[in-house]
């Protein structure tokens, strides 16, 4: 059945075959005749003369093949592509609205199934799932947890009946000695299946086998590509070599490629759960710091899996009940995809509904330049007809017109998508996209935009090349194809798509102000300090805090707190910095969580943050003192148990009463080693709120310790700066350092960046994008309204020349014109502000901090829309009341 | 000769064709030839309608073709039947009876 494509593209070999078989006949014939007695001259004519005509044998023989329907189409693009050129403004403008909305789809379609449907280069992904635990008490997309104990998870990977593979993993901070100093990697341990699991082979060497990590083996550990580069160089010689980390001596055994991120990590040690291996003795009892990643067995359903884990550990709850389990919990088992790539999906498709209304913006305003064009060619269209062309061939031919614009748009699409995925992937955020993903186009995505082309061509020229041909079609040899305004009700359609693109529009750009609104709203939270001039910088001193460290060998509270206090005074003593604290974490995230007891209340569920800080806290980031008094210095120096609280604190757990001399017990340090187990803090003094749970969620109880009660945990040196935060780091890496050159500083800038780069860049991209999205389509509505109305007064030129004629003003024109394009424009809007009213359930997940149903925004858009609208409006009209009222009369 | 030929009746020249090539492989020369003389000379295929008949029938896939050499040595197009032809063809046999009854039937009660 293919024979016909060879055939279309072997023309000439076709053709050679056809004559060479009707030859054959014919001396055939020839021979038979001559058999028969005739002479050879005599014979030839016969058989001629019998034959008949050979072309004409030889083309209804092309006639009776199927590539013959194939030349006729061709010949149908090669008429529409002569009528385009004769109208070369309306195919540039038709191509460029085209090429703007499959360009921008494309784009939009590229993310999305590169982040979406095919992020990972890992073998089977699609069946890879994670567990989570969910407290039944809690709001039903809260995550109780999603680590797990050793014994759990030995548990669940021995007693399941529905994952194929179970790999095991926590992270944990790996300092690194070099000559230079101390720096710290984000290192991993790995159950040894955890790399076949996966199935991507090693750049270099070899990943983990089954006995790695075994007490007595070799230490080893492998490499991710990154860091192989950044800090080797890209050396392979330092396969085998030997390496301190974390004060043990480790060979590197293996580097993993470039497109690989599993487990997060940028080094992985093997981790074998057997008794006494490295890697699974901690300084609490069984922690939960597993992080579970499984393959579901082939046929189980996430809600199967789920229940055959809740049953497993449900057992263990009964057997251990304890802090680990929630009164009442369940399971639920997702993909990995959906665990990284999380709510960011919500955001691409949405990303995805707006683009599409964009797309339908383009085609609808393709739709009407060919609907113009159609009417205006209607006695074309009449002649043809009778001159004996099929309703089907007319078709075919218009049609013929929108295959060569959306296939010119799509070529022209994609290219755009070129340019525009690049400027894309520079804004998006790597956060919620995993770092193994490639965003480019692909076959899938250009089979994508190919797509959309022909759908476009349906849209757009179907409804045209119908509307042309329907009726009766040889009376319109007596129409004029002008001057008979709205004739043939081409005008309803017509007004009903620009009604239709103005609605769409009116979606968008609402939805784009309410986000811009968000993103102002997010950017101008009152931290109460400048994040431009305040420096963060974590450090790490607890090297072996999970790594095998005998509780002897952890830090004694006194040491530590020593320490913290020598590197924040040197800190405090660089030029450029006016202030230093120690906290345990930086506004607006806040400290730690703890349940709360206070004395002499009953035990309720109460909950609230804890911070443990320096004395110069408070100073550092501009926290006013409503009552009692501060942390002093020598609150710090005793390790007293005193603590100043926020109002929200008071609020929630005081209202009325006086807060000042109330005693509260943390519960958390109960369960902690080294920390005052069982200890009342009593309550000094009370500070304005700020923002300590995002930027936007409501601000929580919270209260300020004194740092050095416990050594437990890394601290954070914090700063406020003369001079940009970053021009510091170097310094104050090397003060950590002169204090102790086992102390890594792990994060560190300034705290606008860290903003930027967790709490905005995602908002940022969905502003941008969608921004981008609303403006395009905006421009499509000003050409759309301005072809309209364009295409209007050239139709009603004789009836505006007799009504100047008969002595109509200048201005009345204008404003009939005008008038014309307001209504269609006045209706679009309100459909538009009805549509958006109906969606803002949807884009309430989208856009945080903004009512979304803003007067404002909708006011404003609105009045953009009404201006730029009437802006698309007065050429027309001012073209009108220009008219000659003898030469428009004259016309025809 | 001298007998006046009859042209094919419209509509069952493809299935004399397929009825024709079922036998084997054979050229268009000798389709029409033999369709000439199994009707002992009462059908005469015109060229004109035999080759577009031919090609149709191949674009349908009820026909194969290929180059082959003749007894003589020369090149021709044989055809032959496929496997959707022979279905085609017992089809037409089936409603050509019944037609042919059909008219034998009102023939011989109509007067």
Not at chain 1, 507 to 517: D, E, F, I, K, S
Not at chain 1, 553 to 567: I, R, S, T
Not at chain 1, 747 to 759: P, V, W
Not at chain 1, 764 to 778: C, D, K, Q, V, W
Request: net charge positive; glycine share 8%.
């Amino acid at each position: 059945m293919t024979g016909w494509l060879r055939r279309l593209f072997h023309k000439r070999v076709t053709e050679e075959r056809l004559d060479a078989e009707l030859r054959f006949h014919l001396e055939q014939r020839v021979k038979d005749f001559i058999a028969s007695g005739l002479s050879p001259a005599e014979a030839r004519r016969r058989a001629n003369l019998r034959f008949g005509g050979l072309e004409q044998v030889k083309e209804n023989c092309r006639e009776a093949r199927f590539e013959h329907y194939i030349h006729d189409l061709l010949h149908d693009i090669q008429y529409a592509f002569r009528s385009l050129y004769k109208d070369r403004r309306f195919a540039f403008v038709a191509v460029l609205a085209l090429a703007l909305g499959i360009g921008a789809t494309t784009v939009t379609f590229s993310v999305l199934y590169n982040v979406v449907v095919d992020p990972f280069p890992y073998r089977d992904f699609q069946h890879a799932v994670v567990v989570d635990l969910h407290d039944l008490a809690a709001p039903p997309h809260d995550i109780a947890r999603y680590h797990y104990t050793i014994p759990e998870f030995l548990a669940i990977r021995d007693q399941n009946r529905v994952f194929d593979d179970i790999v095991g993993n926590y992270q944990l901070n790996v300092l690194y000695r070099d000559g230079k100093g101390t720096r710290r990697f984000l290192g991993g341990y790995v159950t040894t299946n955890g790399f076949s699991f996966l199935g991507v082979p090693p750049l270099l060497g070899r990943y983990f086998a089954p006995g790695d990590g075994k007490p007595g083996t070799p230490y080893v550990f492998m490499m991710n590509y990154r860091l192989w580069q950044t800090e080797f160089q890209g050396n392979p010689k330092i396969m085998g070599q030997t390496f301190i980390l974390n004060g043990k001596p480790r060979t590197l055994i293996g580097i993993m490629p470039q497109r690989f991120n599993g487990y997060g990590s940028s080094l992985w040690l093997p981790l074998d759960l057997g008794l006494g291996a490295e890697g699974t003795v901690f300084p609490v009892k069984d922690p939960d710091v597993i992080w579970v990643c499984a393959r579901l067995r082939k046929g189980v359903s996430l809600q199967a899996a789920a229940a055959d884990v809740d049953a497993i550990l449900h057992r263990l709850a009964q057997a251990n009940p304890g802090e680990l389990y929630p009164q009442r919990f369940k399971i639920v088992v997702r993909t990995l995809l959906d665990f990284v790539v999380g709510d960011f999906k919500e955001t691409l498709y949405a990303l995805l509904a707006a683009v599409s209304m964009l797309l339908l913006i383009a085609c609808g305003n393709v739709a009407n330049l060919l609907l113009a064009r159609a009417s205006v060619r209607e006695r074309e269209i009449a002649v043809r007809a009778s001159l004996g062309a099929s309703r089907g061939r007319l078709i075919r031919q218009l049609l013929g017109e929108s295959v060569l614009l959306a296939g010119a748009a799509c070529f022209a699409g994609c290219l755009l998508a070129y340019f525009g995925l690049k400027g894309l992937v520079a804004i998006i955020p790597r956060g919620p996209i995993p770092e193994e993903t490639v965003i480019g186009l692909n076959p899938a995505v250009l089979l994508f935009a190919l797509g959309t082309a022909v759908l476009t061509t349906l849209i757009c020229g179907l409804a045209p090349a119908l509307h042309a041909v329907r009726g009766n079609l040889s009376l319109r040899m007596f129409g004029s194809g002008k001057g008979t305004a709205g004739g043939f009700h081409h005008g309803k359609l017509r007004s009903g798509l620009v009604i239709a693109e103005v609605a769409l529009s009116i979606v968008l750009l609402t939805g784009a102000g309410l986000m811009m609104r968000g993103f102002f709203a997010l950017t101008h939270v009152e931290l109460g300090f400048d994040p431009a001039r305040t420096l963060y910088a974590r450090v790490t001193r607890a090297a072996d805090f999970y790594d095998n460290a005998a509780p002897s060998e952890l830090e004694v509270p006194g040491k530590k707190a020593l320490f913290f206090e020598q590197v924040r005074k040197r800190v405090q003593a660089l030029p450029g910095v006016l202030t230093a604290a120690i906290s345990l974490d930086f506004p607006p995230l806040g400290g730690a969580g703890s349940e709360i007891t206070v004395s002499g209340k009953p035990s309720q569920q109460w909950e609230s943050m804890v911070d443990l800080c320096s004395e110069t806290y408070f100073q550092t980031l501009g926290l006013r003192l409503l009552r009692g008094r501060l942390l002093s210095e020598s609150d710090i120096d005793s390790a007293r148990h005193v603590a100043v609280v926020n109002q929200a604190f008071v609020r929630t757990y005081f209202g009325s009463e006086d807060p000042l001399s109330q005693k509260i017990k943390f519960n958390v340090f109960d369960q902690l080693p080294e920390t005052p187990h069982g200890a009342y803090f009593e309550v000094v003094g009370v500070i304005t709120d700020f923002k300590n749970r995002g930027l936007v969620a409501p601000v929580r109880p919270e209260a300020f310790l004194p740092h050095s009660i416990t050594g437990f945990d890394d601290r954070m040196i914090m700063a406020t700066t003369a001079v940009e935060p970053k021009s510091l780091l170097p310094s104050v890496q090397r003060e950590v350092w002169a204090v102790d050159s086992n102390a890594a500083v792990t994060h560190s800038g300034s705290i606008k960046d860290f903003l930027a780069e967790e709490a905005y860049i995602q908002p940022r991209f969905s502003l941008i994008t969608i921004s981008a999205f609303a403006g395009m389509g905006l421009a499509l509505v000003l050409i759309g309204i301005f072809s309209v109305m364009a295409y209007h007064v050239a139709l009603r030129t004789q009836e505006i020349g007799l009504r100047m004629a008969l002595g109509a003003q200048h201005g009345s024109v204008v404003a009939m014109v005008l008038w014309q394009g307001l209504r269609l424009i006045c209706l679009g809007i309100l459909i538009g502000v009805l549509v958006t009213a109906g969606l803002v359930h949807f884009l309430a997940g989208q856009i945080a901090g903004v009512s979304v149903t803003d007067p404002l925004t909708c006011g404003v858009v609105v009045i953009v829309f009404l201006g730029v609208g009437l802006a698309a409006c007065l050429q027309p009209a001012r073209r009108a009341a220009r008219f000659d009222p003898l030469i428009a009369l004259r016309y025809e | 000769m001298e007998q006046e030929k009859v042209e094919v009746l419209k509509g069952t020249l493809d299935m004399l064709i397929l009825k024709v090539v079922a036998f084997g492989p054979i050229h268009g020369y000798a389709i029409s030839q033999r369709i000439q003389q199994i009707s002992r000379d009462f059908f005469q295929v015109p060229e004109g309608s035999l080759y577009p008949a031919l090609h149709r029938l191949e674009d349908r896939g009820w026909l194969q073709a290929k180059w082959q050499e003749t007894e003589t040595g020369r090149e021709a197009k044989f055809y032959t039947l496929t496997r959707a032809g022979r279905k085609r063809l017992s089809a037409e046999m089936v409603n050509w009876e019944r037609l042919s009854e059909a008219v034998a039937l009102i023939l011989s009660t109509a007067e």
